[in-house]
Structure formats: C-alpha cells, structure tokens
C-alpha cells in the first residue's frame, strides 16, 4: 500500500512539473491568453483569424490559441523585463518528458519503460535540429522550418515503428541518435561562427553543443561501474545537467536580442 502511494505521488508530482514551466504557470500569461481567446478565437473573430492566417501555418496546425499563447508570451516577457526580473521559461514540455521516462526507465526497467525512454531521447534530439531550424532559417522562411518539421516528424515516425514492430536494434537506434546529433553539431556550430561577430552570446551556444557531444563518448565508449554505483551512462546523465542550463542561458539571451531586434523595427516603422 505505502509502495503503491509513493508511486502515485512521484507520478502526481512529475505530471505537475510537465504541466508547464514558470512562464506557463505566470497568472498575468494566463489571464492574457483567457482574455485573448474571448476576444480572438471564437465567431467572426475566429473567421477573421484564419482568413488572414498565411496557409502554411494553417497545415502545421498553428491555431488561434497557439497564437495567444505565443503573444501573450511576449508580453509577458516584457512585463518581467520591465521589473527587472530574469526571462522565465516557457512551455518546457519536451525535455521535462524526456527526463521523466528516463527517470521511470532507470527506476524500473520493462519493455514500455525502456522504449519510452529511448525514443522520448531521440525526440529531443530532433527537436534540437528543428529549433537549429527555426532559428537559423525559420525566421526568415517559415514555412521553410514549418517543412522540414514535418520531415523530422516523419522521420521520428518511421523510426519507432521500426525499433517498436520490427526490430528493437540498440545498434541501429545509437548509430541513428549519433548521426542526428551530428547534424545539429555542424549546423549550430556553422551558424554560431557565422554570426559570432555581432552575436556574442553565441559562444555559449557553441560550448554547448560541443560539450554534448564530447559527453555522448560516455555513452559509446563504456566502462565498469566507479565504486560499482556511476556507470558511464549514469555519468553522463549527472554530466548533461549543467549544459541544458548553460544552453537556456544561451536561448534567454538570444531571444532577448530577437525582441530587442522586433522592438527597433517597430520603432522604425
């Protein structure tokens, strides 16, 4: 019974924590998009919203309330800023679930678990690509990134159909996570030397990326327990905590130099 109410809490407490991040859970944010959706996504406002939607928006499922969500975003930025607050983090789902079937896989190990932890990793690392993506080309070409999205997606698709209905290869799905990780790894790093000049806070951006991959040596160049407790993989999981903060830092600042950017040139106009 008490083992059955510990499990029930840690579910309770990680499926709180994958609600949303600090900006999600921000009553001004969700006072904005509640008002914004009254206003924006219902009658002839709706009709107005997708009359003027451009259409490639339409087919990656952008909706109105995705578009309240990331305005209100901004705005809430702004008012963090205007405190003197640091940037907060929003709608941090897909790492938070990574994390937690990596957590429940090295708690228990099954079938499901240990799927769910392998294919939720390899999610990420897509998702890392497409926000490469978005970044380097998204902004200017969106339907460009909106494309190749789908692309990743599909890829994604046909990769867990194949470890999940015809063969669960750990060869094929470490070599298949190596050469996604490859990619990002040469097309951050092209973008960040590209623009380092005038971007200074892409250095942090290339420490990342580089470090990440030095880490994943971890996981192919295997080792005998230290003290029969820290694997290699167990190491690199303690390993890639610091990164990931090192790499919001890198997104905080980024996006803070895109808002000053959009600021100028409403200024401008």
Same mark, same amino acid.
């Given at each position: 019974?008490?083992?059955?109410?510990?499990?029930?809490?840690?579910?309770?407490?990680?499926?709180?924590?994958?609600?949303?991040?600090?900006?999600?859970?921000?009553?001004?944010?969700?006072?904005? @998009?509640?008002?914004?959706?009254?206003?924006?996504?219902? &009658?002839?406002?709706?009709?107005?919203?997708?009359?003027?939607?451009?259409?490639?928006?339409?087919? !990656? &499922?952008? =909706?109105?309330?995705?578009? *309240?969500?990331?305005?209100?975003?901004?705005?809430?930025?702004?008012?963090?800023?205007?405190?003197?607050?640091?940037?907060?983090?929003?709608?941090?789902?897909?790492?938070?679930?990574?994390?937690?079937?990596?957590?429940?896989?090295?708690?228990?190990?099954?079938?499901?678990?240990?799927?769910?932890?392998?294919? *939720?990793?390899?999610?990420?690392?897509?998702?890392?690509?497409?926000? *490469?993506?978005?970044? =380097?080309?998204?902004?200017?070409?969106?339907?460009?990134?909106?494309?190749?999205?789908?692309?990743?997606?599909?890829?994604?698709?046909?990769?867990?159909?194949?470890?999940?209905?015809?063969?669960?290869?750990? &060869?094929?799905?470490?070599?298949?996570?190596?050469?996604?990780?490859?990619?990002?790894?040469?097309?951050?790093?092209?973008?960040?030397?590209?623009?380092?000049?005038?971007?200074?806070?892409?250095?942090?951006?290339? @420490?990342?990326?580089?470090?990440?991959?030095?880490?994943?040596?971890?996981?192919?160049?295997?080792?005998?327990?230290?003290?029969?407790?820290?694997?290699?993989?167990?190491?690199?999981?303690?390993? =890639?905590?610091?990164?990931?903060?090192?790499?919001?830092?890198?997104?905080?600042?980024?996006?803070?130099?895109?808002?000053?950017?959009?600021?100028?040139?409403?200024?401008? !106009?």
């Amino acid at each position: 019974m008490a083992e059955q109410a510990a499990r029930l809490l840690l579910l309770t407490a990680a499926l709180g924590l994958a609600w949303g991040s600090q900006g999600d859970r921000e009553p001004v944010y969700r006072d904005c @998009v509640l008002r914004c959706e009254e206003r924006n996504c219902s &009658g002839d406002a709706l009709k107005h919203f997708r009359s003027l939607q451009p259409i490639y928006m339409s087919l !990656a &499922g952008w =909706t109105c309330r995705d578009d *309240c969500k990331y305005e209100c975003m901004w705005v809430t930025v702004g008012l963090y800023l205007q405190e003197g607050h640091r940037v907060p983090q929003f709608h941090g789902k897909v790492s938070l679930n990574a994390w937690f079937w990596s957590t429940v896989f090295h708690t228990r190990d099954t079938d499901l678990t240990e799927k769910m932890d392998y294919f *939720c990793a390899s999610a990420v690392i897509l998702y890392s690509v497409y926000l *490469c993506c978005v970044r =380097t080309v998204g902004l200017r070409y969106p339907s460009v990134a909106s494309a190749f999205g789908a692309l990743l997606l599909l890829l994604l698709t046909v990769h867990i159909s194949y470890l999940s209905l015809i063969r669960f290869d750990y &060869g094929y799905n470490m070599m298949a996570n190596v050469a996604i990780g490859l990619v990002n790894l040469a097309w951050w790093l092209a973008w960040c030397l590209r623009n380092h000049r005038h971007l200074p806070h892409t250095r942090r951006c290339v @420490v990342v990326v580089l470090l990440l991959q030095g880490l994943s040596l971890l996981e192919l160049l295997d080792f005998p327990p230290l003290f029969w407790v820290l694997d290699a993989h167990a190491i690199w999981h303690i390993s =890639t905590i610091p990164v990931h903060i090192l790499f919001f830092r890198f997104l905080e600042d980024d996006s803070l130099y895109l808002l000053k950017e959009s600021e100028a040139k409403f200024k401008l !106009a």
